[in-house]
């Protein structure tokens, strides 16, 4: 049951050629439940073609406040991720990164 202290938002970013997960998808995406109040990523995943792939991910990102910038997971990683997919995964996490702080903004609007 949902308790609407998290929300779930998507970032997209295209696949490069060659990847296997580009026979499946032709767009990278970045999913995170994040909490509203402090903007931590709580679970995350990607649609990289393993499993494994998306787990790893999502260990970087888990734990991380939107709030705080996303320059440290993007140097994390472009550290720690070694694959073809890496400008992509950066990009889906810029993209994940402005559609939380829209939301954001909009709900401070709200209660103005």
Same mark, same amino acid.
């Given at each position: 049951?949902?308790? #609407?202290?998290?929300i779930f938002?998507?970032?997209h970013?295209?696949?490069?050629?060659g990847? !296997? !997960? /580009? $026979?499946?998808f032709?767009?990278l995406?970045?999913?995170?439940?994040?909490?509203r109040?402090? #903007?931590?990523?709580?679970e !995350? $995943?990607c649609?990289? !073609?393993?499993?494994?792939? $998306?787990?790893? @991910?999502? %260990?970087?990102?888990k734990? *991380? $406040?939107?709030?705080?910038g *996303?320059?440290?997971l @993007?140097?994390?990683?472009?550290?720690?991720? %070694?694959? /073809?997919?890496?400008?992509?995964?950066v990009a889906?996490? /810029?993209?994940l990164?402005?559609?939380?702080?829209q939301?954001?903004?909009a709900? %401070?609007? /709200? *209660? @103005?």
């Amino acid at each position: 049951m949902l308790n #609407g202290k998290t929300i779930f938002i998507a970032g997209h970013a295209r696949l490069p050629q060659g990847m !296997a !997960a /580009k $026979s499946v998808f032709d767009t990278l995406t970045i999913t995170a439940e994040i909490d509203r109040k402090y #903007g931590v990523i709580v679970e !995350a $995943s990607c649609t990289l !073609a393993t499993e494994h792939g $998306s787990d790893f @991910i999502g %260990r970087i990102l888990k734990g *991380v $406040s939107l709030k705080d910038g *996303v320059e440290g997971l @993007i140097e994390e990683i472009e550290t720690y991720y %070694r694959g /073809k997919a890496t400008n992509a995964l950066v990009a889906a996490l /810029k993209d994940l990164d402005l559609h939380f702080h829209q939301i954001e903004t909009a709900e %401070r609007q /709200k *209660v @103005i």
